[in-house]
């Protein structure tokens, strides 16, 4: 399995920004979807956004639509979450996963059913207070 590391999260004031960034050590993430779900307590895991790793291709929750950002830095193979105009509903565990190698077409699909993704990392905390 491909252990993915996920980093960013943190407190923020509605209306802020975060930037989170998701990398998988010795994994080049080419031809896979790399998508941001997130958790908050009581609730199921939903997808927010996802993108293809070979064409960028990008998919978001409509909650997030016009206020998040997710980018992949193929130099770098780091993938990105940008979050802007944060609100208290945002807040949740924010964790990045990757399909299997294969799967970067597939990627709005990967964002609806998020158990059909591979590999996972551990999550980061995005806390938004009002």
């Known amino acids: 399995d491909v252990q993915l590391q996920a980093s960013g999260g943190g407190s923020v004031q509605a209306g802020g920004s975060l930037r989170l960034s998701c990398v998988a050590p010795?994994?080049?993430?080419?031809?896979?979807?790399i998508g941001w779900f997130r958790q908050a307590p009581g609730k199921e895991r939903e997808g927010v956004s996802c993108?293809?790793?070979?064409?960028?291709?990008?998919f978001y929750a409509d909650s997030v639509k016009g206020r998040f950002t997710i980018s992949y830095d193929n130099a770098r193979k780091t993938g990105y979450l940008q979050m802007n105009s944060l609100t208290p509903e945002d807040t949740a565990d924010y964790y990045c996963?990757?399909?299997?190698?294969?799967?970067?077409?597939?990627?709005?699909?990967?964002?609806?059913?998020?158990?059909?993704?591979?590999?996972w990392g551990r999550g980061t905390l995005v806390t938004v207070s009002s």
């Open positions: 993108i293809s790793s070979r064409d960028g291709s990008t």
């Open positions: 010795g994994s080049p993430f080419d031809d896979v979807a």
């Open positions: 996963a990757s399909s299997a190698p294969g799967g970067s077409s597939w990627y709005k699909g990967y964002c609806r059913l998020y158990y059909t993704m591979e590999n």
